[in-house]
């Protein structure tokens, strides 16, 4: 697009930077004696200069015909807010006057003194003196009117009356006052005007009470109201609508009709395409309006005129023109094709200041923090969209613009969504870009931005972001130690393995035959290996049952962030001091719940590094990006992950067994087995006895090994081709196939001959020779059996097979042991038999004796 100033050329003054508030103070007293600017001095570029509206083309014609003597209002009041125009409607009628050949007098309240009189000063103006109007008591209208009638054609041009009143009201008039004096005699003037047909008065007074100084002056603007509305017309000569083309005609010196359309045709387009129009406006309106502001867009006028031209201290008209001349000299180097608020620079002090003076200091600090210091939140909004619009400062421009809507002399504040778009956005990016600046510095990066009711706004109040994060940082490293372990609590379960959270020494974690996980904050390889060689000032034996989980420290600082966050949010929701809208609240209460959810995942995401005892130190396995919204325990997912690896076993293959065990060795102690994977860093891990005991017997029902013992050193194959019973403990091992023969049984020395029930007597004893013994009885069973013997040395494993046999056949199996002749350790039976029978989940009544 071509650039603003190419297509609506400013005028000389506003190039070259003459833009003092003077220029734009229209002062009717300096004109009448000759020491205005030239804008307001020379008739022909005043008129060049302004725009003839409505209302002040219509206020002249009345003026003209009257002084012509063909009618026309007497009296004439032009009333509209400070700054709106009506000083200036006088400088129009002041010159016109002279064109009219008409005399002129002028009053303007505020250079005269107290003391002066406003009748002496008329007849001095009309006649070189004072003669007759010397005193300080009203004339008279007789005495009025014959000066006025030999001076027709007459305009009388009168401002800042009530500024002349007030300081009236201190100067002693006998029993009265100069200001009550003032009153009469304006009540004169206006008679005497009506009587004479080619007189006319025009006088200002303000449309409200916001120029007004205390209560003495609003009554006498009251009494000035009665007095001139007795006989005057009101006259307004700028309306809203217009106010377009007097800025235009005021600040640029021509318009090239054809290129204007043109950009606004090219916005009206990027605009309809991206629903940035106002709600319920037709494009062919808004194109209008375009075309009457332009270059500026409509809003940026609108904003000026009726939300800040409601300060008093903005005058208006005077107001906007200033302020705008102050932005189009800013930018009369830019290549910007039309002008919206986004593209008042607040970083130039001459705007800023001109903004300041309306809505107070404070601001100065909100600005800095939030939009122009480098380290503002706008700034870094600009920096984080990404390369591809960060030429376009879309964070600064959304900031502008939002902080032009904030203020108002009313009620009336903020910027909608669409609104900040709409001004925001260039047509070099999607408007959606802009939305998600608005997101980013609302709800992260801008410290006294407020949204309430749909409208984004600035307050000199830190807004809630600023208030977590003034919590944020009084949060102290314990807290978060202390909030980070609870949460590391209630992340793990310890049903499949033991957890240690943060364990302080290797003296704290157990030495025992169990899967368990200790959980560091901080990755340390040196501390680790410690643990896996020693327990306190012992050696470890179990070793390879130990497995690490330790933090990702990439993760740590946003974890640590997410964490101070969630505990700034839960000091401000308990706080009941803090002035928080239900707005606020709620957003408290979301931001907290969400950070919540967050730290769910957070946990896991950080907590990712597990560390395995290998052979040949510690194997590192990452568990990865944990799945959205899934909570399983810490511990539960560690478990699974090592499973999936196969560094833990919940079964063993038999032919595992035989291949890794039996390959190179005849036989292995099946104690041995569980030992090695409890003991070996490497070894395979099977979680428990009864899957060790499963696989075995499994191996040898299928002849893939055999089972037996060691006897004086021989290893003597019981079991092969036939589901055993495992013991995993004392002499008893696995033994390759080719060794094994199916075991067999003794004869205990005791037993009878089958078919003989336990307690008989042998018939053969109390028979003769050669007398027939005779069989048990034809299908007899014996229900119960009770023996008694004992076991040679090195028999008892000859028992297996009976014991097996018996168990099959009873239900029930009571085994009573007596040992005698030899003894036994304390330790050694609580290790060995009691444990056996421990794991073989069998109750023994013990009858020890010493």
Not at 679 to 685: D, V
Request: glycine share 8%.
């Amino acid at each position: 697009m071509t650039a603003f100033h190419t297509i609506a050329v400013p005028h000389e003054d506003i190039l070259a930077g003459r833009l003092t508030m003077d220029v734009f103070a229209a002062d009717l007293w300096e004109v009448y004696q000759g020491r205005a600017p030239d804008e307001y001095q020379d008739a022909a570029r005043f008129f060049q200069k302004t725009y003839q509206t409505e209302g002040l083309s219509h206020l002249m014609a009345v003026v003209e015909k009257r002084l012509r003597g063909e009618g026309g209002d007497p009296v004439i009041q032009i009333q509209t807010p400070f700054g709106g125009g009506k000083t200036h409607a006088l400088i129009a009628m002041y010159h016109k006057a002279a064109e009219w050949g008409a005399r002129r007098v002028v009053v303007v309240g505020t250079p005269l003194a107290p003391t002066d009189t406003i009748w002496g000063l008329m007849a001095e103006q009309l006649t070189g003196r004072r003669h007759g109007f010397e005193g300080a008591t009203a004339p008279g209208r007789e005495a009025l009117r014959s000066l006025l009638e030999a001076h027709q054609p007459l305009l009388i041009l009168m401002d800042e009356v009530l500024e002349y009143a007030t300081k009236a009201a201190g100067v002693a008039v006998g029993e009265s006052t100069l200001a009550a004096q003032t009153l009469a005699f304006l009540q004169e003037l206006t008679e005497a005007a009506s009587t004479l047909p080619r007189v006319c008065l025009a006088v200002t007074l303000p449309s409200s009470l916001l120029e007004h100084y205390d209560e003495g002056a609003e009554r006498l603007f009251r009494q000035l109201q009665r007095v001139a509305g007795r006989v005057e017309k009101i006259y307004t000569p700028v309306q809203e609508h217009e106010i377009t083309a007097v800025i235009r005609r005021r600040l640029f010196s021509s318009v090239d009709e054809g290129k204007m359309k043109a950009v606004v045709g090219e916005f009206l387009d990027y605009a309809v395409r991206e629903a940035l129009l106002p709600a319920g406006m037709e494009p062919s309106e808004y194109r209008r309006r375009f075309e009457q502001s332009y270059p500026f867009l409509p809003e940026v006028v609108d904003v000026l005129y009726q939300r800040w031209g409601s300060f008093g201290s903005f005058q208006r008209t005077r107001g906007v023109l200033r302020l705008l001349s102050l932005v189009v000299h800013a930018l009369k180097e830019r290549e910007l094709a039309y002008l919206t608020l986004a593209d008042f620079d607040l970083a130039n002090q001459e705007i800023r200041r001109e903004l300041l003076k309306h809505i107070g200091p404070e601001y100065d600090s909100v600005i800095a923090a939030d939009i122009t210091a480098d380290e503002a939140g706008a700034q870094k909004v600009d920096r984080e969209l990404g390369a591809s619009y960060r030429g376009l400062r879309l964070g600064s421009r959304v900031a502008h613009t939002i902080f032009l809507y904030s203020f108002s002399g009313g009620v009336e504040r903020g910027a909608t969504l669409s609104e900040v778009k709409r001004n925001a956005t260039t047509t070099a990016n999607p408007a959606s870009v802009v939305a998600e600046a608005v997101e980013l510095l609302n709800n992260t990066y801008l410290f006294y931005v407020q949204h309430r009711g749909g409208k984004y706004f600035f307050t000199n109040q830190p807004n809630l972001t600023r208030v977590r994060q003034i919590r944020e940082e009084n949060v102290e490293a314990a807290e978060i130690r202390e909030a980070e372990a609870a949460l590391l609590k209630k992340r793990v379960g310890g049903r499949r393995l033991k957890v240690y959270l943060w364990p302080e020494s290797d003296a704290d974690i157990a030495d025992a035959p169990e899967l368990a996980l200790i959980v560091l904050r901080q990755r340390d390889d040196a501390w680790m290996q410690q643990v896996l060689k020693q327990k306190g000032s012992v050696p470890r034996v179990h070793c390879n049952t130990l497995f690490f989980l330790a933090p990702l420290e990439g993760e740590r600082i946003s974890f640590e962030a997410l964490i101070r966050k969630r505990l700034a949010l839960e000091m401000i929701d308990s706080d009941k001091t803090l002035n928080l809208t239900s707005e606020d609240r709620q957003s408290v209460r979301e931001g907290l719940k969400k950070a919540q959810e967050d730290l769910v995942e957070a946990v896991r995401r950080t907590y990712r590094q597990l560390f395995v005892p290998a052979r040949d130190g510690l194997k590192a396995v990452d568990l990865g990006i944990p799945t959205y919204g899934e909570e399983r325990p810490l511990d539960e997912e560690v478990y699974q992950k090592l499973r999936l690896e196969g560094e833990i076993l919940e079964r063993i293959a038999p032919l595992v067994i035989k291949e890794r065990y039996l390959r190179d060795q005849e036989h292995v102690r099946t104690e041995q087995l569980v030992q090695a994977g409890w003991r070996t860093p490497g070894e395979a891990r099977v979680i428990s006895r009864e899957a060790w005991e499963a696989a075995i017997a499994e191996g040898v029902s299928q002849g893939l090994f055999g089972l037996g013992e060691l006897e004086d050193g021989r290893a003597v194959c019981r079991y092969f081709k036939e589901r055993p019973s495992v013991g995993l403990s004392g002499s008893e091992v696995i033994i390759r196939a080719e060794l094994c023969q199916p075991p067999e049984v003794e004869k205990p020395p005791e037993a009878y001959p089958p078919g003989e029930p336990p307690g008989a007597k042998r018939l053969e004893e109390e028979q003769g020779p050669g007398e027939e013994t005779p069989g048990p009885p034809a299908g007899q069973r014996w229900e119960q059996l009770r023996l008694h013997f004992s076991v040679p040395k090195g028999k008892v494993s000859g028992l297996m097979g009976i014991m097996n046999l018996l168990q099959h056949k009873f239900n029930r199996l009571e085994i009573t042991v007596s040992a005698a002749e030899g003894a036994i350790t304390e330790q050694e039976y609580e290790d060995k038999v009691r444990e056996a029978f421990r794991q073989l989940g069998i109750t023994v009544h013990e009858e020890p004796e010493h």
